[in-house]
């Protein structure tokens, strides 16, 4: 597995502009439904895509963090081929997942685990505790 150069860089920066919540959100419910192409670990592909939508960066402006050429296939893997499972994802939690209590708890009862239908938040804790600066 490469490195990403200046990882930690982008980790700060996210972590700095959006928090922990959204980046775990992003990773896990919307960039986490496949392995993405190249050397380098998922996690971390996941967070330079965030990095180029919160930054507005092109894909020739991710270069600093890889060859252009990988960040490519990752771009294209994340919006052209899964691009339809996303917008089908991305417009059900628009219509599902905000916030009054009886909004929380309708969308826990259609898309919890069987034993988890009352909860309405879950957080992950398997993250390293140095993954964000």
Do not use: W
């Not at 909860?119 to 992950?124: D, Q, V, W």
Request: aromatic share 14%; charged share 20%; glycine share 6%.
């Amino acid at each position: 597995v490469k490195k990403i150069r200046e990882i930690e860089h982008v980790k700060s920066t996210l972590y700095e502009t959006l928090g922990t919540i959204p980046v775990f959100f992003f990773l896990n419910e919307l960039f986490s439904a496949e392995h993405y192409p190249g050397p380098y670990c998922n996690v971390e592909k996941g967070l330079l895509v965030l990095y180029q939508l919160v930054q507005g960066y092109s894909i020739n402006e991710m270069e600093r963090f890889m060859p252009r050429s990988s960040f490519h296939d990752i771009h294209k893997a994340f919006y052209v081929k899964g691009g339809n499972v996303l917008d089908k994802k991305i417009s059900s939690m628009l219509l599902t997942m905000f916030s009054t209590d009886k909004l929380r708890v309708a969308s826990a009862s259609l898309n919890n685990p069987e034993n988890f239908k009352h909860i309405t938040l879950m957080l992950h804790f398997g993250y390293p505790p140095d993954f964000f600066p």
